[in-house]
């Protein structure tokens, strides 16, 4: 048996690295994994591939989250999917899809910052609606929002993403409050710098910076966040929630004097 036998899970934006590293944990773990994406659809498919050759379950949905009846759709899609064979029922949704655009604050328009934090925070809360409306339904569930550290410590040209990622963070902590009566657990988990093809060669400066401050002497891995997405969905975390887990590698805690 491992951790997520007979459960499935819809992960948002599994066509990206990350999304990709929570989908394939998801995956071995014994879940059966609906993967969404909106323009990275063959992807997607690559990793849904994957999971069905090690011997997994898994369907690709598309849908474009900054619309919210598409959140809603894509929720039901999920759970009929899950209800006909993929798994039972819907047990566990990882808000992971997001934007990261680097743009100074002077500048900045109402339609840009619209853009981000529609992408990041809206659709959270209109997947996690719409999800939680399912799961009340069963016996309960697990939601996990992916922010980031910049929502304590925003970078520079990132003041619409941190807005946003903090967001989340208080988001999930409100949602636990009003869905854990209901049995439905919601948390958060913010990753620090995360390794992605071409990252070195684009900000070797940032790169260097974060390889002198994280503890453990390297950048994050997909799979790390993954490992903590399925914690939080599993038994193994059934009295957590309303927590921001922070998956950074330390460099949270150096000092910064």
């Given at each position: 048996m491992t951790l997520l036998t007979g459960r499935t899970a819809l992960i948002t934006g599994a066509g990206?690295?990350?999304?990709r590293g929570i989908a394939l944990r998801f995956a071995e773990e014994g879940a059966a994994v609906a993967l969404h994406c909106r323009t990275?659809?063959?992807a997607a498919r690559?990793?849904?591939a994957d999971i069905v050759a090690a011997g997994g379950r898994a369907v690709v949905l598309q849908a474009d989250l900054r619309a919210?009846?598409?959140?809603?759709?894509?929720?039901?899609?999920?759970?009929?999917?899950a209800?006909?064979?993929g798994g039972g029922r819907l047990t566990s949704l990882v808000n992971n899809a997001g934007v990261q655009p680097v743009q100074p604050l002077p500048g900045m328009t109402a339609a840009d910052w619209r853009e981000v934090v529609d992408t990041n925070l809206t659709s959270v809360f209109a997947c996690t609606q719409a999800a939680a409306e399912v799961m009340r339904g069963q016996r309960g569930g697990t939601i996990t929002h992916i922010a980031s550290v910049e929502a304590a410590t925003p970078g520079e040209g990132h003041a619409h993403y941190a807005a946003s990622k903090a967001a989340v963070v208080l988001h999930a902590r409100a949602a636990?409050?009003?869905?854990?009566?209901?049995?439905?657990?919601?948390?958060?988990?913010s990753p620090g710098l995360i390794e992605r093809d071409g990252l070195a060669e684009a900000w070797p400066?940032?790169?260097?910076?974060w390889r002198?401050?994280?503890a453990v002497g390297r950048l994050g891995r997909p799979e790390d966040v993954g490992d903590a997405c399925v914690f939080l969905a599993s038994p193994l975390s059934s009295w957590i929630t309303g927590h921001d887990l922070v998956v950074d590698g330390g460099v949270s805690a150096r000092p910064a004097w």
């Amino acid at each position: 048996m491992t951790l997520l036998t007979g459960r499935t899970a819809l992960i948002t934006g599994a066509g990206g690295g990350l999304g990709r590293g929570i989908a394939l944990r998801f995956a071995e773990e014994g879940a059966a994994v609906a993967l969404h994406c909106r323009t990275a659809v063959e992807a997607a498919r690559a990793v849904a591939a994957d999971i069905v050759a090690a011997g997994g379950r898994a369907v690709v949905l598309q849908a474009d989250l900054r619309a919210e009846e598409e959140c809603r759709l894509l929720v039901r899609e999920a759970a009929e999917w899950a209800g006909g064979g993929g798994g039972g029922r819907l047990t566990s949704l990882v808000n992971n899809a997001g934007v990261q655009p680097v743009q100074p604050l002077p500048g900045m328009t109402a339609a840009d910052w619209r853009e981000v934090v529609d992408t990041n925070l809206t659709s959270v809360f209109a997947c996690t609606q719409a999800a939680a409306e399912v799961m009340r339904g069963q016996r309960g569930g697990t939601i996990t929002h992916i922010a980031s550290v910049e929502a304590a410590t925003p970078g520079e040209g990132h003041a619409h993403y941190a807005a946003s990622k903090a967001a989340v963070v208080l988001h999930a902590r409100a949602a636990a409050r009003e869905y854990g009566p209901h049995g439905i657990r919601v948390n958060s988990v913010s990753p620090g710098l995360i390794e992605r093809d071409g990252l070195a060669e684009a900000w070797p400066e940032g790169v260097r910076r974060w390889r002198e401050a994280v503890a453990v002497g390297r950048l994050g891995r997909p799979e790390d966040v993954g490992d903590a997405c399925v914690f939080l969905a599993s038994p193994l975390s059934s009295w957590i929630t309303g927590h921001d887990l922070v998956v950074d590698g330390g460099v949270s805690a150096r000092p910064a004097w």
